[in-house]
């Protein structure tokens, strides 16, 4: 596959389009190999689907990063388009982390509990392939006009002439703004999920730029700050978890109560054990978070990332 996480070739005093041109090509071809494994082979392995929605998000990334390489028609066209094939990828892969879940909690449930959680687990299987209808119904919809979409940006960027700017210009404009966003996002008041939320999608932005941008700059840069970015996201992403899946168990245990108060009880104990876990744990990443921001502010990393950002990268 083409998705690698680092991008062979790219280097700080490209021509923008010229990186465009290979970053592009890298990224947008990986969601095209993607696709059919995910659509076609779900059931053989549930990480054809987590790699289509991951190889979406680095395309998206690339494709915000290059849009002024663009026309504006284009690259529209393949964001939305990009856009559906992603929310299809991450619906299907977010009932798999359901699935993951649920299977880890019945190794280990009480006997009271088991009723609600087979209860869940019907449930979640019935999402899940109704996610999965939804992400074949994507590939038979935006297949076509991705594989155009692709044609249109290596036509363009093939006739583009080069330019006097350096992805490395790039780079540093990108870069400082992220982590700009990141500070002020990270100074609000975070008891609110949207708050915590919009910090999670910020730091998926700056980690995903970086796996770009890493060949402009010194070595600190790919193996002290990009790994501490992922911690953070590692971190984020379980809160995230937690958040999604209290909304829909919530939303179940409230239909089931009303729907069927005869059976209820005996799905109560299981329903509600899963629920007070993601409860818990959110309250909890929400801490660890804080925990590692403030961590990260006090050692000066966040300053040091600046500062390398800012400085010129070594021949």
């Keep these: 596959m ?10 700080g005093d490209m021509p923008l389009s010229a990186a465009a041109r290979l970053a592009l090509k890298l990224r947008l071809g990986a969601v095209h190999d993607r696709l059919p494994a995910a659509v076609f082979q779900a059931d053989a392995d549930v990480e054809n689907v987590h790699q289509l929605r991951v190889s979406t998000r680095r395309a998206a990334a690339a494709l915000r ?12 066209k393949t964001r939305k388009t990009l856009r559906t094939l992603r929310r299809s990828a991450g619906a299907a892969r977010d009932w ?22 087979y209860f ?38 093939d006739e583009a002439k080069p330019s006097d700017r350096t992805l490395r210009d790039l780079a540093d404009t990108i870069l ?78 409230t239909r089931l109560s009303k729907a069927q108060p005869k059976h209820w009880p005996r799905c109560q104990a299981g329903i509600e054990v899963l629920l007070e876990m993601h409860e818990r744990r959110l309250p909890l990443q929400r801490k660890k978070f804080e925990k590692w921001w403030r961590a990260w502010m006090k ?17």
């Excluded at 700059?217 to 790919?222: D, G, M």
Aim: proline share 3%.
């Design 96 to 117: 798999d982390v359901f699935l993951e879940q649920l299977h880890a909690r019945l190794a280990r449930a009480k006997t009271n509990e088991r009723p609600g959680l």
């Design 65 to 76: 990063i290059f849009a002024d390489c663009l026309p504006t028609r284009v690259h529209e």
């Design 176 to 253: 400082a703004d992220l982590l700009r966003e990141i500070e002020e996002a990270a100074r609000a008041d975070l008891q609110s999920y949207e708050a915590l939320h919009r910090v999670r999608i910020l730091g998926k932005q700056l980690r995903y730029a970086m796996e770009i941008f890493e060949c402009c700059f010194a070595s600190a840069f790919r193996q002290k700050y990009y790994p501490a970015v992922v911690e953070m996201q590692d971190i984020l992403g379980l809160a995230n978890d937690s958040y999604n899946a209290s909304q829909q168990l919530n939303g179940l245990r």
């Design 299 to 315: 050692s000066g990393a966040e300053q040091a990332f600046a500062e390398l950002i800012q400085k010129q990268a070594p021949p």
């Design 120 to 157: 869940l687990l019907g449930v979640a299987f019935a999402e899940r392939e109704q996610a999965q209808k939804w992400l074949h119904d994507a590939h038979d919809a935006k297949a076509e006009p991705f594989a155009e979409c692709i044609a249109e940006i290596a036509d363009h960027l």
């Design 2 to 11: 083409a998705d690698e996480k680092w991008i062979a070739g790219l280097h």
